[in-house]
């Protein structure tokens, strides 16, 4: 009985504990003429009290961070608050749970360009045997996105690797 009552004892223990690189996720406005231009790709650490078997049994990916924009109608800058949602019976510890607590997030109007797309075929001994044709449908591709990011985006590549290839025949590559 004294054991029995050590361990119920030990398991109502109220502890605390700090996850660290929680991602942030981002929910913004997926129709209208509006991309993310920064915010993406935030980690947090996220400090939690709760029971002590129960906080054993957190894991960092039962944590939801987010910061959510999908409202805005227009571009611009958002200082948006992180909002954590906790499984039952864990709760955020009352000062400085969160390693940051809001989120700036800039929202852009879209912006598209053309890009010629280069073939880049890796062929070991094929030039010994066949032709290779390094041609490639379509030959241009239209990214979209913020100005700031598409303008900076110079070339567009294919990868191919026909080096297993037993026989002459069409492929496909990952465009870069």
């Known amino acids: 009985a004294l054991t029995l009552w050590f361990y119920v004892a030990d398991y109502d223990t109220v502890v605390e504990k700090t996850f660290t690189n929680i991602p942030v996720e981002l929910i913004y406005p997926t129709k209208g003429d509006i991309v993310v231009e920064s915010g993406e790709g935030k980690l947090i650490?996220?400090?939690v009290t709760g029971k002590k078997a129960d906080i054993n049994a957190l894991k960092s990916n039962d944590i939801r961070a987010y910061v959510d924009v999908s409202s805005a109608t227009k571009d611009g800058e958002f200082n948006a608050e992180i909002i954590?949602?906790?499984?039952?019976d864990i709760s955020l510890v009352e000062?400085?749970?969160?390693s940051v607590t809001h989120l700036v997030v800039t929202l852009a109007t879209p912006t598209s360009k053309q890009l010629n797309l280069e073939?880049?075929?890796?062929?070991?001994n094929w030039e010994d045997i066949y032709t290779l044709m390094p041609e490639c449908e379509p030959n241009k591709i239209e990214i979209i996105g913020s100005s700031s990011i598409v303008e900076r985006v110079k070339y567009a590549k294919v990868n191919i690797d026909v080096g297993e290839l037993e026989r002459p025949k069409q492929v496909r590559g990952k465009i870069e």
């Open 95 to 98: 000062h400085n749970a969160l």
């Open 119 to 124: 073939v880049n075929i890796v062929s070991g």
């Open 84 to 88: 954590v949602e906790l499984p039952n």
């Open 45 to 47: 650490s996220v400090t």
